[in-house]
Nanobody, 125 residues
Framework: QVQLVESGGGLVQAGGSLRLSCAPSGRTFSGYNMGWFRQAPGKERDFVAG????????IYADSVKGRFTISRDNAKNTVYLRMNSLKAEDTAVYYC??????????????????WGQGTQVTVSS
């Protein structure tokens, strides 16, 4: 069974940093565009950042632009989300996802085919 596994979440003070990692088990996702989404309690699952299969292109939600960086290492079959200058409103469960639609980086959750179980990020103010 294909699965994406996130790690690196935790509790951090406002202004701090975390790096999330996402690695698949069962297959490689080097030919897939990858994305990070997040879901706060009582809210929709929102797009955070996406990266093309080659790593050459990235896009970000306006709320995280300039603070978060998505990257990937296809040799290690791992995608990262570096989060700096964290704010209380960044508190959410963060999900990694893979999309077979590679012409453009997608921002809708429905365009992603595989998902991880999520990792909790809590930012204390």
């Amino acid at each position: 069974q294909v699965q994406l596994v996130e790690s690196g979440g935790g509790l951090v003070q406002a202004g701090g940093s975390l790096r999330l990692s996402c690695a698949p088990s069962g297959r490689t996702f080097s030919g897939y565009n990858m994305g990070w989404f997040r879901q706060a309690p009582g809210k929709e699952r929102d797009f955070v950042a996406g990266i093309s299969w080659s790593g050459d292109s990235t896009i970000y939600a306006d709320s995280v632009k300039g603070r978060f960086t998505i990257s990937r290492d296809n040799a290690k079959n791992t995608v990262y989300l570096r989060m700096n200058s964290l704010k209380a409103e960044d508190t959410a469960v963060y999900y990694c996802a893979a999309s077979r639609l590679v012409r453009t980086i997608r921002t809708r959750r429905y365009d992603y085919d595989y998902w991880g179980q999520g990792t909790q990020v809590t930012v204390s103010s």
